[in-house]
Each structure stands twice: as C-alpha cells, then as structure tokens.
C-alpha cells in the first residue's frame, strides 16, 4: 500500500513571495520543488492541494504553471486528498504534538516566505 502525501500549491510549490494576489499564479517554484516532487512520487500517491482547485478556471491555471515548470502529472484537489494520507505539506500548517498553542503563539504564526 502507498500512502498519500499532500502538498500545498502557494507557498509550498509556488513560491508565493508576495502572498495572495488574487487569481494570479505570479512567481517562479520554490527552489528544489519539481526535484522534491520527482522523488515523492516514486514513493507516494502525491496530490497537489489549493483552495485555488475550487473552480475548473483556477484549476486549470494551476495545471498551466505546472506544465510550464516541467513538474511531474499529479492529482490536484481543494481538499485533503482522500485515502491512507501521511501528511500534508503545507506552509501554515502548525504541527500538532499533543498541546493545544496558546491565541499568541497562533497570532505571531507566519509561513516561511513572509519572515523577515
């Protein structure tokens, strides 16, 4: 059985440098992105997550980048993918370890492309 790995498009596959601007996939991969995905498919059922995956426009814009980026043919969903998943890769995730965050520690959470 091969489990399933979730990954983020913004901020994960997509660089993201400048957050949310609308419908525009905007930048370049994050560095290392298609080599990273080439191997988790040898090992994974990989599916690309984005809320962008929520209307067929948004879908195919995804599906464009990531052919313009030679990046490998994978499922691509608005949701955690179904099936035995592993763990989704995403850059505002917080991990859960057991103890709940306090609201600051939440408050002062930023993923990794808007630290300065």
Known sequence: ?????GVDFDGVIHRYRNGDQGAAIY?????G??????????A???????ARAASS??????????????????????RKPPGELLVLL??????????FPSVEELLAFRPWWAQK
């Open 27 to 31: 930048d370049t991969p994050t560095p």
């Open 33 to 42: 992105a298609q080599e990273a995905l080439r191997h988790y498919v040898e």
């Open 1 to 5: 059985m091969r489990y399933v790995l």
């Open 90 to 99: 995403d850059d505002r995730a917080w991990p859960f370890r057991g103890i």
């Open 44 to 50: 994974f059922d990989v599916h690309i997550v984005s």
């Open 57 to 78: 426009e948004g879908q195919a814009r995804i599906k464009q980048w990531l052919s313009c980026y030679n990046f490998p043919p994978v499922p691509l969903s608005d």
